[in-house]
């Protein structure tokens, strides 16, 4: 294990929780990227350790609804917790009562009939307090149902792109750090492909920013429907996009290059606006496969050199590293 005195980290309220995290091994994807970075020779200073803390714990925009959500939760947890107590509670008086009225029936057996009506009555009670429990617990278990759809989809908002629908950004550096981890375990292939639309400002100078994102969305749906299921397709800003391809090869990845820039240039794009199409849509992609303990912004910087050549030597077209 890593620790903050080895790299000489002094303990920052947001470094402290990085190292509590990684050390607790309470966040398994945490753990892995600062494993991955320790491998690489990455240095691990206050920088690195902020944009891990920006990554991985709560932000001030996105994750709100994650930190709110998780504050309601624990709150509806508490409360079953506490139906729990009051029912065992009611237990415990049952089996008093039990044991007061045997005592009392052992002294006076002519009391019968009191001492059993006695234990009706107390039944009666803890019956309508179960009940009135059973139905609290009913709801709680609704409530944190409901909570925990909420922050399924706080989650996802927080990792995909509102325009396109894809994984946006920082889904797409998670994923980068998590499938190199798992590539440098299994010795697995692993390829990138950096997407960038040719002549994209042509389009939005022409036709307007709204035919724009439609282009955005058209290139997005066809990377999500040309890759495998396995395949991490995310927009990686602006008019570019970023696909990662675990277990391939970069033969294979050329050719994966290849299926999605003939499958958009096989479309005319047709404007939602427009009666006829305007013209067909191209890209240049760059290829790079990764190489075992290579620092990932190595990797992807190979990847553009790529895709700079592609778009330099003409454009629609696929080049490799």
Request: proline share 3%; net charge negative.
């Amino acid at each position: 294990m890593v620790s903050m005195q080895a790299h000489g980290v002094l303990p920052t309220p947001s470094n402290f929780s990085v190292w509590y995290a990684y050390h607790s091994g309470q966040n398994a994807d945490l753990t892995q990227t600062i494993d991955v970075l320790v491998s690489n020779n990455c240095p691990i200073d206050d920088q690195t350790l902020d944009e891990l803390h920006g990554k991985f714990f709560r932000s001030p925009n996105a994750d709100m609804a994650l930190w709110d959500t998780s504050i309601r939760a624990r709150e509806t947890l508490k409360a079953v917790l506490d139906f729990v107590e009051k029912t065992k509670n009611d237990a415990n008086g049952i089996g008093t009562a039990i044991e007061d009225i045997s005592t009392q029936f052992l002294a006076n057996v002519k009391s019968l009939a009191d001492l059993i009506e006695s234990l009706v009555e107390e039944t009666s009670r803890i019956v309508g307090r179960s009940e009135r429990l059973g139905l609290d617990l009913k709801q709680s278990a609704d409530k944190i149902d409901a909570l925990e759809r909420t922050l399924q989809d706080a989650r996802r908002e927080a990792t995909t792109d509102g325009l396109t629908g894809i994984a946006n950004r920082r889904y797409f550096d998670m994923s980068l750090q998590t499938m190199s981890g798992d590539a440098m375990n299994s010795g697995d292939d692993l390829s990138l492909l950096l997407v960038d639309i040719d002549h994209f400002k042509k389009v939005n100078d022409t036709w307007g920013h709204a035919t724009g994102d439609e282009v955005l969305q058209l290139v997005a749906a066809t990377l999500t429907q040309t890759v495998r299921g396995q395949d991490c397709p995310a927009r990686y800003g602006g008019e570019e996009f970023a696909v990662i391809l675990p277990g391939t090869p970069i033969d294979a990845a050329l050719h994966v290059g290849e299926n999605i820039r003939t499958a958009l240039g096989r479309r005319l794009f047709v404007p939602r606006e427009a009666e006829e199409a305007v013209c067909t849509v191209t890209v240049s992609i760059g290829v790079a496969c990764y190489e075992p303990g290579e620092p990932l912004a190595q990797w992807v910087q190979r990847a553009d050199a790529a895709l700079y050549r592609a778009k330099k030597t003409g454009r629609d077209r696929v080049v490799s590293a």
